[in-house]
Nanobody, 116 residues
Framework: QVQLVESGGGLVQPGGSLRLSCAAS????????MSWYRQAPGKERELVAL????????NYADSVKGRFIISRDNAKNTVYLQMNSLKPEDTAVYFC?????????WGQGTQVTVSS
């Protein structure tokens, strides 16, 4: 069955870095655009970054431009989110998403907490 398994979250100090990974299985990973979303307590889920199926197109929320980098390895069925210069407002549960047409899959999320 379809699985998206996020990892790499944790507690980090402001200004620090984390790298999230999302391992996919059960579908043709290379045919899907991949995205990272996040949801902070009391807020709606928001798109953080997306990458096209072959990795040639990326897009970022204004709040993370210049700090986060999304990438993918289609040979490993994995998408990454490198997060640098982290701020307390980046604290949220981060979700991996796969999308193609009307089909979408979600991971279970990984907690990122930015605090001193």
């Amino acid at each position: 069955q379809v699985q998206l398994v996020e990892s790499g979250g944790g507690l980090v100090q402001p200004g620090g870095s984390l790298r999230l990974s999302c391992a996919a299985s059960g579908f043709t990973f290379s045919a899907y655009r991949m995205s990272w979303y996040r949801q902070a307590p009391g807020k709606e889920r928001e798109l953080v970054a997306l990458i096209s199926s072959v990795g040639t197109v990326t897009n970022y929320a204004d709040s993370v431009k210049g700090r986060f980098i999304i990438s993918r390895d289609n040979a490993k069925n994995t998408v990454y989110l490198q997060m640098n210069s982290l701020k307390p407002e980046d604290t949220a549960v981060y979700f991996c998403n796969a999308g193609r047409g009307q089909t979408t899959y979600w991971g279970q999320g990984t907690q990122v907490t930015v605090s001193s």
